[in-house]
């Protein structure tokens, strides 16, 4: 169980294509109920989702992810049908939960609103009565952003006063929604090797910028470039619980590996953490060898 219901260690994401974009690897892509898309992708395995799937490292994620047991869940259980005249949150993310029933299941859908309104915890609940695939998760969705959901799943979800629980109707059925922590949207992208190249030669750049290289130690041997740390992806359980003890989530943050794969992923789990902007380099040190510094060896 996931979120406030138990502690899980937190995993890299996979390399999967999603419909869902910038934050596809987030859990979502295998929650199509929800999705605003026309055909659901493949989904990526479950032990390789990520973003609402992984235990955070970093305290920016707020209390709604803690271990249960830590600390009382948010106490706040009011019950509102509307979010009128709350704040749409332009520009942030949203931690979300939800629970699903049926088009016609209006009496349970009352019954769920009485035991909540009681005190009962909505991720209890959807793992009893929720249809979402997400009910395994306690209802969890993890962080998303909008224009991932179907619309008016995503007004309810970014219009919502915090911890309390929202009802709206889809196409898919009657959801109850529960935002618990909202934050900054994060910023994801490429940079071409030319541009990091024209960086690089500010040495004020390599001081100040966090540069991460991602590859196994006898490939940073045949070819490096300066000020890079090696963070090799097979040791991630070693590095990736005290991530934010050794970085900065607030500064920029560029990842390299040998042809930008094993980078996107570091980069999208940065990313679910709270760093706010990471560059992923686009074809890894092999581009950057062969468009901007040849005397970077390639193999």
């Given at each position: 169980?996931?979120?406030l219901r138990a502690?899980?260690a937190?995993?890299l994401p996979c ?5 869902c974009?910038?934050a596809?690897?987030?859990?979502l892509?295998?929650r199509a ?11 990526p395995?479950?032990a390789l ?5 992984a235990?955070?490292?970093s305290a920016?994620?707020g209390?709604?992810?803690r271990?249960a ?7 706040t259980r ?14 942030k993310?949203v931690?979300?939960q939800h629970?699903l029933?049926g088009?016609k299941?209006a009496r ?8 909540i ?8 609940l ?5 249809l979402?695939?997400?009910?395994e ?14 619309p ?5 979800a970014?219009?919502a ?5 929202v009802?709206c109707?889809t196409k ?5 929604v529960q935002?618990l922590s ?6 994801l992208q490429?940079i ?5 190249h024209?960086?690089m030669q500010?040495?004020?750049?390599i001081e100040e910028a ?8 006898d490939?940073?041997?045949r070819?490096f470039l300066p000020g890079f740390?090696?963070l090799?992806?097979?040791q991630?359980?070693t590095?990736?619980?005290?991530m934010t ?15 930008g794969m094993r ?5 999208k789990?940065?990313?679910s953490?709270?760093?706010?902007k990471i560059?992923?380099?686009?074809g890894g040190?092999?581009a950057?060898?062969v468009k901007a510094d040849?005397?970077i060896p390639?193999y």
């Amino acid at each position: 169980m996931l979120g406030l219901r138990a502690t899980r260690a937190a995993r890299l994401p996979c390399p999967y294509p999603s419909p869902c974009s910038p934050a596809s690897l987030s859990g979502l892509a295998r929650r199509a109920p929800l999705l605003a898309v026309a055909s659901p992708a493949p989904s990526p395995p479950a032990a390789l989702s990520l973003l609402a799937s992984a235990r955070p490292i970093s305290a920016a994620w707020g209390s709604a992810m803690r271990p249960a047991g830590e600390q009382p869940r948010p106490s706040t259980r009011v019950l509102c049908t509307a979010a009128s005249g709350s704040v749409p949150r332009e520009g942030k993310e949203v931690l979300v939960q939800h629970l699903l029933v049926g088009e016609k299941d209006a009496r349970l859908l009352v019954d769920l609103e009485k035991s909540i309104a009681s005190g009962a915890d909505l991720s209890d609940l959807a793992v009893e009565h929720s249809l979402c695939p997400s009910k395994e998760d306690g209802g969890m969705l993890g962080w998303v952003r909008r224009g991932q959901m179907v619309p008016e799943f995503e007004e309810a979800a970014f219009s919502a006063p915090l911890n309390k629980v929202v009802r709206c109707k889809t196409k898919f059925g009657w959801h109850l929604v529960q935002v618990l922590s909202e934050r900054d949207q994060c910023l994801l992208q490429d940079i071409q090797p030319e541009e990091l190249h024209a960086k690089m030669q500010d040495p004020s750049f390599i001081e100040e910028a966090q540069l991460i290289d991602v590859r196994e130690p006898d490939e940073v041997e045949r070819a490096f470039l300066p000020g890079f740390k090696v963070l090799p992806l097979r040791q991630f359980g070693t590095w990736g619980p005290v991530m934010t003890d050794e970085f900065n989530p607030q500064k920029d943050t560029y990842v390299l590996c040998h042809h930008g794969m094993r980078s996107m992923q570091v980069a999208k789990w940065l990313q679910s953490q709270g760093f706010q902007k990471i560059y992923n380099v686009a074809g890894g040190i092999h581009a950057y060898s062969v468009k901007a510094d040849s005397s970077i060896p390639t193999y």
